[in-house]
Structures are given as structure tokens and as C-alpha cells.
């Protein structure tokens, strides 16, 4: 049972940009949710969906940043505009459709703005 | 709004000895997690402790959960080089995981 995978592991682009960030969830999982990790410090929460919908939002940035988690496909963490302030580590996590399941995480997608 | 906080923040500590790294969190909850990550990589899960007074052990390490306190430990025991990473505790925060600062533990020789 292949883990949670992200792609890409590195990405790296120019400051007004986009930033495009994909999530796989292990299989059988219906609940997708994205961190960022700022250098040295910890994980803070940014996303929560379920397929075609977004449950929780309250740690996204309001503007320039969206996520998605179709129906097909996996969940993409856009990111528009990008500025040095967005270079991070992204995670991404998944849980089983029960409520309250442990959360496992992909390797994570490093962002770095020029 | 649940607000999480570990000490130490950084820690060394020679081969062989015993320390404890403490979580503490703000608002009731009865679920925490301890996750390990290394340099440059994802985090492992390590530990999810579901109700007071719950104690789980793995190897050399050993964590416990007082809802009351609001407190969780970590413990290490003789600890080992291979034991250095960053140890992260995560309280369930409704639908979301609210992570501590984190702990850097180095192990020298």
C-alpha cells in the first residue's frame, strides 16, 4: 500500500510565479489536508478537504493561495503570485473516512522563490 | 484558539542518559500525537494517545498523556545516536492537527 506521494519533491520559481503542488492520498483515504512549514519551526495547518470539498480553510492565506481536491485526481495546492515569504516545506497529509483518524504524511514539496 | 508548546527546544544529550521532552496545550482535547521528523524529510508517526493517562512505548522512547494537565511527555531512555531528530507533539484541534514548536534532540557520543 503506496503511501502518500507528492509531487514535486522540490520546486523552485521566480517571484510572481505560480506554484503548483500535488497530493496523492493513500489509498482508501478520503480526507486530504495540507500544512506549511516555515524553516525551523512547526507545522501549521492550512487546508482541510474531502473529495469536491473544501471543509476547512481557516489557515490559508486569503488571497493568491487555493486548494482543490476533485472528484479524479489528486488534491493541488495552488499557490498564485509567488513571493519569498511562500518558500516553505508543504505537506500533505490523508486519514481514512472516519472521523478522527491519524493523519499520515507525504514527503513533502519544498518551495523556494527567487 | 488551542495554542501548543514544547520545551526544550533544542536538546543534546550524551549517549546513555534519560531525559524528558514536555508538550503543553491550551484547550481541552483528548487526543495528541508524537511525530519524529529528520533533516529534510516527512514526519513519522510515532505515538497517538487517546485518553488520560494513556502511556505508550516503542524502543527507547516512552510517552504518556494527562488530559487534566493538559501534558504530555516524552521520554527517552539511554538514549542513542540514532535517536536524534526533531520530535514534534500535535494535539487535535477539530479536523486539524495544531503542532508544538518542536524539539531538536542531538545525541553525541
Known amino acids: 500500500n503506496a503511501g502518500v506521494m507528492q509531487n514535486p519533491r522540490h520546486l523552485v520559481r521566480r517571484r510572481g510565479q505560480e506554484a503548483r503542488l500535488r497530493c496523492s492520498p493513500m489509498k482508501g483515504h478520503s480526507h486530504v489536508y495540507w500544512y506549511r512549514q516555515l524553516p525551523e519551526e512547526g507545522l501549521k495547518f492550512m487546508v482541510y478537504?474531502?473529495?469536491?470539498?473544501?471543509?476547512?480553510e481557516s489557515g490559508m492565506p486569503k488571497e493568491r493561495f487555493s486548494a482543490e481536491f476533485p472528484k479524479e485526481g489528486p488534491s493541488i495546492l495552488r499557490i498564485q503570485q509567488v513571493v519569498r515569504g511562500d518558500s516553505a516545506a508543504y505537506f500533505c497529509?490523508?486519514?481514512?473516512?472516519?472521523?478522527?483518524?491519524?493523519?499520515?504524511f507525504g514527503p513533502g514539496t519544498r518551495l523556494l522563490v527567487l | 484558539e488551542l495554542k501548543v508548546e514544547q520545551n526544550p527546544l533544542f536538546l543534546s544529550m550524551q549517549e546513555g542518559k534519560n531525559y524528558t521532552i514536555y508538550c503543553n496545550y491550551s484547550?481541552?482535547?483528548?487526543?495528541l500525537y508524537w511525530y519524529r521528523q529528520d533533516p529534510g524529510k516527512s514526519l513519522e508517526s510515532l505515538f497517538v494517545?487517546?485518553?488520560?493517562?494513556a502511556v505508550k512505548q516503542e524502543g527507547r522512547l516512552m510517552a504518556s498523556l494527562d488530559t487534566k494537565a493538559r501534558l504530555s511527555t516524552l521520554h527517552i531512555t539511554a538514549a542513542v545516536h540514532d535517536l536524534s531528530a526533531t520530535y514534534f507533539c500535535a494535539v487535535d484541534g477539530t479536523d486539524k492537527l495544531i503542532f508544538g514548536t518542536g524539539t531538536r534532540l542531538q545525541v553525541f557520543p
Open positions: 484547550t481541552t482535547s483528548d487526543r
Open positions: 494517545l487517546l485518553s488520560n493517562g
Open positions: 497529509a490523508s486519514s481514512p473516512p472516519a472521523p478522527r483518524e491519524t493523519q499520515y
Open positions: 478537504l474531502q473529495k469536491e470539498n473544501i471543509i476547512d
